[in-house]
């Protein structure tokens, strides 16, 4: 499944007018096919419409659906939320509406009434431009359009979420979101039935430019992903040889459960390398972990003198984890920088090995082994010194960044998106709230580790882990709940996750909404005027 980004949306709109679509054009399109939609899923001869328009397009949009829902006998009222319309594509919009078409002004006495006792409601507020928090006067609206008795439906997206992430602190509470031309983010998150209950994505002739223009991004799915195989004759040495560099004093469990994910994801052999402390914790969580124990620095973690142990052992695996519950230390700094050296072998960098080389980035661009780097917002800030909060521009920095170091790059967040250097760039849907709690990016570093150690290049490693790690993340919320569920709890429903892969290889794969992102997403009929 395809989804253009806010950015791409806007490069695909241009496109088109370079092609010769002018954008009043493309409004009509987008209004018109919404209009249809609507017209077809409920009688609306006589029926109270009410359109939210902002100022902006979106508001245009919301114009042309009021023109087409007149011109077939609904009684339509255009509330005019943020004041006369802006933009001259948005004002042509207005001046076609057919005089019947009762227009209010926010501050009517009598809105909140008309809202509340309408039989359809439509969000044309905001578009998908749109970031941050809501204003009062939207908030206080928001709450009226929950007590409608109508149907509530948002235009492209519900007015107070974001397009790029889905976040939303208040927003339009719609029952059908239409989808203008492609599905962008905020359709695809796991959570967006909190704002919508459906989406349902509309072609137009705007959808072929996209098409055709390389803007749009696959979401991660497994149907795409080229999952190692156990074939029957296999043995634990040809499933897989991992080194975890993990672990310290103050976190023995980030190595805990960094082993608990690599060994429940298949690996043959799964060796912990650590102090002798967390060597033994772990150990005792899972007996069949082979256990290197080292010298322990004084201050809790590895010591800077066991380079050249950690470099034989990693030149005889398959993959290494580096990083999980290291602490961000001198001797931690020592031991990265000399990894990045010296180690042929792909090298996976999580938590404190990415803290380690801020400022360093430089080192990347030498280092002797394929890298994966798997930062979170605030790693990747101190890692290339900058501080950038979404949008373009992050995304811009970390494709830059991919390219640059020659790392696949797996920024994580509720919205995880990978980056690889030759411009590769997908995203992962699959995730829940029940992750956001510390231990499941060690519980995703084992998982990393395991599909590179069976054998598959970083930047499949990289979208096979997500999928594993988004599969268990649902399977465990099931469970257990998304308020309730550990990262223990993830790594436990990795064989979940598992058998619905083996179903879906087999074609016995059901409406599985833990692996399926599609769910509650329709795609109207390819009827373009």
């Known amino acids: ?148 008795r109508g149907f509530r439906v948002a235009l492209d997206l519900p007015s107070g979420v974001e397009g790029d992430t889905g976040r939303y602190e208040s927003c339009f509470p719609a029952h059908l979101t239409i989808a203008m031309a492609c599905l962008k983010p905020v359709h695809l998150v796991s959570w967006r039935k909190e704002y919508t209950d459906e989406v349902l994505l509309v072609r137009t002739p705007l959808t072929q430019v996209a098409e055709e223009s390389g803007l749009l991004t696959d979401a991660l799915e497994p149907e795409i992903c080229a999952f190692p195989r156990r074939l029957g004759w296999s043995h634990k040495g040809t499933n897989g040889r991992l080194l975890l560099i993990c672990g310290s004093a103050a976190y023995p469990g980030a190595a805990v459960m960094a082993c608990g994910g690599a060994l429940r994801a298949g690996t043959g052999y799964v060796i912990l390398a650590s102090t002798l402390d967390v060597c033994r914790e772990a150990g005792g969580r899972y007996p069949g972990l082979l256990r290197r124990p080292l010298h322990q620095s004084w201050n809790g973690g590895i010591a800077a003198t066991e380079l050249s142990r950690l470099l034989k052992w990693a ?71 900058t501080h950038i909060d979404g949008g373009k521009e992050l995304a811009d920095t970390a494709a830059a960044f991919s390219r640059e170091t020659g790392a696949v790059l797996l920024l994580k967040g509720a919205v995880t998106w990978l980056y690889g250097p030759d411009g590769e760039k997908t995203a992962s849907f699959l995730g829940n709230s029940g992750l956001a709690r510390g231990g499941s990016g060690d519980v995703l570093a084992g998982i990393l580790g395991a599909m590179a150690a069976r054998g598959l290049p970083l930047w499949e490693a990289a979208r096979c882990g997500l999928v594993l790690q988004g599969m268990a993340a649902q399977a465990a919320a099931r469970r257990w709940s998304r308020e309730g569920m550990l990262p223990t709890d993830v790594i436990d429903a990795l064989g979940e996750a598992f058998l619905t892969l083996e179903a879906c290889r087999s074609g016995k794969r059901g409406n599985d909404e833990g692996m399926d992102h599609s769910a509650g997403i329709g795609a109207a009929a390819d009827r373009m005027r």
């Not at 980004?5 to 088109?16: G, H, P, Q």
């Not at 509406?97 to 809105?111: C, D, G, N, T, Y």
């Not at 020592?334 to 803290?355: F, R």
């Open 315 to 385: 030149n005889e695996s398959d993959a290494v984890v580096m990083g999980c519950g290291m602490e961000n230390t001198e001797e931690t700094k020592s031991l990265v920088l000399g990894m990045l050296q010296y180690c042929k072998t792909p090298l996976i960098l999580d938590a404190d090995a990415l803290n380690a080389l801020a400022g360093k980035t430089e080192v990347l661009r030498r280092s002797a082994a394929p890298l994966l780097l798997t930062p979170h917002p605030g790693e990747f800030s101190r890692l290339t010194g």
């Open 1 to 148: 499944m395809k989804f253009a980004t806010v950015d791409a949306m806007r490069r695909i709109e241009e496109r088109s007018f370079q092609q010769g679509t002018s954008y009043d054009q493309m409004m009509l399109e987008a209004g018109e096919e919404a209009a249809r939609i609507l017209l077809e899923r409920m009688p609306l001869t006589g029926k109270k419409a009410v359109i939210l328009c902002g100022k902006g397009n979106n508001g245009g949009d919301g114009f042309v659906v009021a023109r087409c829902l007149a011109e077939q006998g609904a009684l339509v009222t255009v509330v005019l939320v943020q004041g006369p319309p802006a933009t001259d594509t948005a004002q042509g919009a207005f001046r076609m509406m057919p005089q019947k078409v009762e227009i209010l002004e926010r501050s009517e006495a009598s809105l909140s009434d008309t809202i509340k006792d309408c039989d359809l409601l439509v969000d044309a507020l905001y578009g998908i431009g749109f970031r941050g928090a809501l204003r009062k006067p939207d908030r206080e609206l928001f709450q009226w359009c929950a007590q409608s």
